[in-house]
């Protein structure tokens, strides 16, 4: 069955830090791959996603991320966190042909970023 | 524009009581989901509707019944609560079917059963 792999939990950064969250998908086909960002208390907002074409992926606020196709891999990536970028982050697959459907994403179980000021 | 509401955003009830949550959109979304958000699970789906009067099932869909008579509206019964059930409930829309859509999230109702 598909899935979704976040390894990194929680991690805990001091601002200006570089950040690289990690996500690995298993699925042999074609996928799209979105990361979503959920501050405290709101709802989840889409960071950024992949569709096709250039695998890396410019998303908002300086957010980034690479498709690697060989690894399966759509890390998130960006150069010096903030303290307002404290959140949690869900990495998500939409596998076409997963049950039949094309909209069913797959979400990680999530990691939670504190950045310390 | 409000986009998406939930109602209500908290809720407690008891074992065995029967509860609606409800999820309304002013875009005219054609699709709609429903996810509970656990920790160590992420967001699970369970339900989701492609159009009015149009549902299929989820990853978690057992305990839980849905309906969608309107477009706008996509509201999520539990027939007879239990614990487990205890959970972030989220709604979410998409424009058009297509495997690079983005899904819109609501803010979410925090549901306790006791």
């Known amino acids: 069955a598909q899935s979704v792999s976040q390894h990194n939990h929680h991690v805990i950064l001091s601002e200006a830090a570089s950040l690289e969250l990690g996500c690995n998908y298993s699925?042999?086909?074609?996928?799209?791959l979105f990361w979503y960002v959920q501050y405290p208390g709101q709802h989840l907002q889409l960071l950024l996603k992949?569709?096709?074409?250039?695998?890396l992926v410019k998303g908002i606020k300086g957010f980034e991320a690479e498709f690697i196709k060989s690894k399966f891999s759509f890390n998130l990536r960006k150069p010096s966190v903030q303290w307002s970028d404290t959140a949690e982050y869900f990495c998500?697959?939409?596998?076409?042909?997963?049950?039949?459907?094309?909209?069913?994403?797959?979400f990680g179980t999530g990691t939670l970023l504190a950045v310390q000021p | 524009d409000a986009g998406i509401t939930q109602s209500p955003r908290y809720k407690i009830t008891e074992t065995g009581r029967q509860v609606t949550l409800m999820c309304h959109q002013t875009?005219?979304?054609?699709?709609m989901f429903w996810y509970r958000q656990d920790l160590g699970h992420g967001l699970r789906l369970i339900y989701y509707?492609?159009?009015?009067?149009?549902?299929d099932k989820g990853e978690v869909p057992d305990g839980y019944v849905v309906s969608r008579s309107k477009t706008e509206n996509f509201p999520l019964t539990l027939e007879s609560a239990t614990r487990s059930q205890t959970s972030v409930y989220f709604c979410?829309?998409?424009?058009?079917?297509?495997?690079?859509?983005?899904?819109?999230f609501g803010p979410g109702t925090r549901l306790l059963v006791l």
């Open positions: 998500a697959v939409n596998a076409g042909n997963y049950g039949g459907a094309t909209n069913k994403l797959i």
């Open positions: 699925y042999g086909g074609t996928v799209n």
């Open positions: 992949y569709f096709s074409g250039d695998p």
């Open positions: 875009w005219s979304h054609s699709y």
């Open positions: 509707s492609a159009a009015a009067d149009i549902t």
């Open positions: 979410a829309t998409q424009l058009a079917g297509g495997r690079g859509e983005t899904q819109y």
